[in-house]
């Protein structure tokens, strides 16, 4: 058989057989092609190529005698292929009001005949008809040669004429709905998802952009008004076209990368981390300022396929409220992270991305209570979520309750977060602020690909899905935890994992009295949190994110004298039996869990 490389050659040679058959053997003994057959086989494999050139002598002889309309014509001409057809007839009827000749494929062609709109196909261009099921279309000389010569170079120009070959001045293409087949409830076979992959569009929206000087490339409905006036005014903005062809390479990106994701899953093994990938995203909305006002900022969405009807803030339903800002998004994202972890009916309380106060309750109006109580000051101004449906009664206690450190001042919320709200409830609720936001969001999935930015490169981890049923609650001290002791510690032990390290919570009967976050030093983080939990700790459960280094006149100690009734931690120092002898000396359960929270 002939490689790959040698067909290419034969089709590119003299149109004369004779002239090809020649050179076949003429060049035998020099040619840098392959051969994997014997001279026999080789001799034979020829004449199908030889049928192939042929033919394609024939179509060049009847593009010369049946030209397209030329650059030189002065016709105006627009290629037309859509897989997504909106607003196609009202593009189609513009152009051709503005004197273009509309050259179409397939189904497009019916659409724009459909709307009165006069089409030339394809197949009447090229001369060959659409073969391979569809695959071949436009990939052709007679469609890329139009689209891709400089107007500007007389000898691309002179070519186009000698071949009888047209130029396009308007290219306007979408893809095949890969992204949507394969992210279609049921799935897809991997037969029908490699049909679905599109090459001939690609191709023309590169080459178009690629010429976009020269042609305008339109991948995106939303421009096709733009487009229309643009070509109205007889406009020669070179910025417009550089910003059609910018929008078409990103178009074609995004649409490679959902096809290497999807066929990186298909691959064996499926190791969770490929060599290369590209994350698509796609600008959701600009931003006032960043994390501080000096700092401009946007808010992207993540359209890989993995994070399709995955949940999550980034594509939560805001129904009320000022527009979201960079913190707002980052705490929004912490609480609803932190509040669906929990499977009884649950209220979490955040600032600056720490949960401050938790509370599992079966009367959820409880729960939201004991929250703002675990640290009324810093829920001042901060976000409550809850994995529950805010109704009237609850929308009612959120816009009057008062502040449990006086009394008297009703409580202040950037935001709330729910996975839904009764028409009343929401009603109720946009009256407590004109700014409040009212999000609708839906919980994560478990199994997501966690991405950090460090400089110059980017951090990738498995999301931290582990709850306390996936684990073992070891008791290595002489006192076995109760019943409630052990149900504090494994609620305590679910709320550290959400606070930023170092950190500690305390709790008791389902409800976080206190933390301590983000101290250099476990004692500091212990410290914090035994203030703010008071009296109320006496006989609670404390989990810690990692392990204690030290036990004897440090964390497990004071702990321990301040009358602490169980401690979950990882467990793993070199001085374990430390925290060991030291529970044992205050009868105070400890609890290793072999798994570590750090959250940097």
């Not at 001799?43 to 179509?59: D, G, I, Y």
């Not at 959400?498 to 500690?504: C, D, G, L, T």
Request: charged letters at 25%.
């Amino acid at each position: 058989m002939l490689s790959s490389a040698a067909t290419a050659t034969a089709t590119s040679v003299s149109a004369r057989s004779g002239d090809i058959l020649c050179g076949y053997f003429r060049r035998k003994t020099v040619s840098p092609f392959r051969f994997a057959q014997p001279q026999q086989v080789y001799c034979k494999s020829l004449r199908p190529s030889f049928v192939a050139v042929r033919a394609m002598s024939e179509s060049q002889t009847a593009t010369k005698n049946h030209p397209q309309s030329s650059g030189s014509s002065g016709k105006k001409q627009a290629l037309i292929s859509l897989s997504d057809k909106k607003d196609l007839a009202t593009l189609g009827n513009g152009l051709q009001e503005l004197g273009y000749t509309i050259v179409s494929t397939g189904g497009t062609a019916s659409t724009l005949e459909n709307a009165g709109v006069s089409v030339t196909k394809v197949e009447t261009l090229t001369h060959f008809p659409e073969m391979l099921d569809g695959r071949v279309k436009t990939l052709h000389p007679n469609i890329h040669g139009g689209i891709l010569a400089r107007r500007d170079v007389e000898h691309h120009m002179v070519a186009l004429n000698e071949h009888g070959i047209g130029t396009f001045d308007v290219v306007v293409v979408n893809l095949y709905p890969f992204y949507d087949k394969v992210t279609a409830p049921g799935g897809i076979s991997f037969e029908d998802g490699i049909e679905n992959i599109d090459i001939g569009g690609p191709a023309m929206i590169r080459a178009a952009a690629k010429n976009h000087k020269d042609v305008l490339i339109v991948v995106d409905s939303e421009d096709y008004q733009a487009v229309l006036e643009y070509l109205k005014g007889g406009q020669s903005d070179q910025q417009f076209r550089r910003k059609l062809a910018w929008k078409a390479f990103q178009h074609v990106a995004a649409y490679d990368s959902a096809v290497s994701e999807w066929l990186w899953k298909q691959t064996e093994g499926k190791e969770k981390f490929p060599p290369s990938f590209t994350v698509p995203l796609s600008l959701q909305s600009s931003l006032r300022y960043g994390e501080n006002p000096h700092q401009k900022a946007a808010f992207y969405v993540d359209k890989s396929l993995a994070e399709m009807n995955a949940g999550g803030i980034a594509t939560a339903i805001q129904h009320h409220g000022k527009e979201m800002s960079y913190n707002n998004y980052l705490d929004a994202d912490a609480a609803w992270n932190c509040v669906s972890e929990f499977e009884n009916p649950t209220c979490v309380v955040v600032k600056h991305t720490n949960p401050c106060g938790v509370a599992s309750r079966g009367d959820i109006l409880e729960a939201y209570r004991l929250a703002v109580k675990a640290d009324p000051v810093s829920a001042f101004g901060g976000i409550v979520a809850f994995n529950v449906e805010v109704d009237e009664v609850l929308a009612r206690e959120l816009r009057e309750f008062r502040s449990p450190t006086d009394g008297e001042t009703r409580m202040f919320y950037e935001i709330v977060v729910a996975p839904s709200y009764t028409a009343k409830g929401l009603e109720v609720l946009k009256g407590k602020s004109k700014t409040l936001r009212i999000l609708e969001a839906k919980k994560n999935d478990q199994g997501k690909l966690s991405l950090r930015q460090v400089g110059g490169g980017w951090l990738a981890q498995d999301s931290d899905d582990i709850t306390p049923e996936d684990i073992s609650f070891k008791s290595v001290s002489d006192k076995t935890p109760t019943e409630s002791e052990l149900a504090d510690a494994k609620f305590a032990w679910l709320c550290v994992k959400h606070v930023k390290s170092n950190a500690i919570v305390i709790a008791k009967n389902n409800c976080m009295l206190g933390m301590g976050s983000g101290q250099p030093n476990r004692v500091e983080s212990l410290r914090l949190a035994f203030k703010k939990a008071g009296e109320e700790a006496k006989g609670a459960a404390l989990a810690s994110d990692a392990f204690f280094p030290f036990a004897w006149k440090d964390a497990v100690e004071e702990a321990c004298e301040k009358g602490i009734g169980a401690i979950a931690e990882p467990g793993g120092s070199i001085r374990d039996q430390d925290a060991i002898d030291c529970c044992n000396k205050y009868g105070v359960s400890l609890l290793f869990t072999n798994v570590r929270h750090f959250r940097h």
